[in-house]
């Protein structure tokens, strides 16, 4: 199962919006809607911010938001503000019964 | 209050077997809406998912590590264990175990994770 695809980086400054794209396959993102995203600070645990691609699990700012086209899923994050700076992973289940994560997106703020 | 802790060893030799437990409170695994995956990640690298164990006992492994891993759990002490066996300096990595939920038709897909442990490979 390869692993899916996202940009490296992403930039943006505060108050901005940016989108983090995760590419896949119809074997996974394009398959199910069980794709999530995560928000990784360093040296902590990744923390849940979207789950079947577009729900906001209770606590999670309604700055972050999800959506799917085909293969190819997106977060968004709207009035970019400096503790969203992180990592970000997406996830997907597959065809195989497996879960297979993206290579992660490093987000700064300007 | 949910909470999941990995232990086990800090370092381990080249060849040798892995055991990874993972401790949870706050919710039970034999409820039929709960399971528990292991994922790792190398040093400034991305998540790898390794495996998970279902309520029933069903497990599914990641296919290229397949042939290294078993995943098993005892109920009845709230744990979740995870074997790797012949370890390389590559498996260096922080191991962590997370939570998967069902919520009537939706799987809430890792909602809480341990703090995760680091584990070196090296001679």
């Known amino acids: 199962q390869s692993a899916l695809t996202q940009p490296a980086s992403v930039s943006g400054s505060p108050g901005q919006s940016i989108t983090i794209s995760c590419t896949g396959t119809s074997s996974d993102v394009g398959g199910y809607n069980y794709v999530s995203w995560y928000q990784q600070h360093p040296g902590k645990a990744p923390k849940l911010m979207i789950y079947?691609?577009?729900n906001r699990p209770s606590g999670v700012s309604n700055r972050f938001s999800g959506s799917k086209s085909g293969n190819t899923a997106s977060l968004t994050i709207s009035g970019l503000q400096a503790e969203d700076e992180a990592d970000y992973y997406c996830?997907?289940?597959?065809?195989?019964?497996?879960?297979?994560f993206g290579g992660g997106t490093k987000l700064t703020v300007l | 209050q949910v909470t999941l802790k990995e232990s086990g060893p800090v370092l381990v030799k080249p060849t040798e077997t892995l055991t990874l437990t993972c401790t949870v409170s706050g919710f039970s695994l034999s409820n039929a809406r709960m399971g528990v995956s292991w994922i790792r990640q190398p040093p400034g690298k991305a998540l790898e998912w390794l495996a998970h164990i279902f309520s029933n006992d069903e497990k599914s492994y990641s296919t290229s590590l397949k042939s290294r891993l078993t995943i098993s759990k005892d109920t009845s002490k709230s744990q979740v264990v995870l074997t790797m066996t012949n370890m390389d300096p590559v498996d260096t990595a922080t191991y962590y175990c997370a939570r998967i939920r069902w919520e009537d038709t939706a799987m809430v897909t890792f909602d809480y994770w341990g703090q995760g442990t680091l584990v070196t490979v090296s001679s």
């Open positions: 996830s997907s289940y597959t065809s195989s019964s497996c879960w297979v």
């Open positions: 079947e691609v577009s």
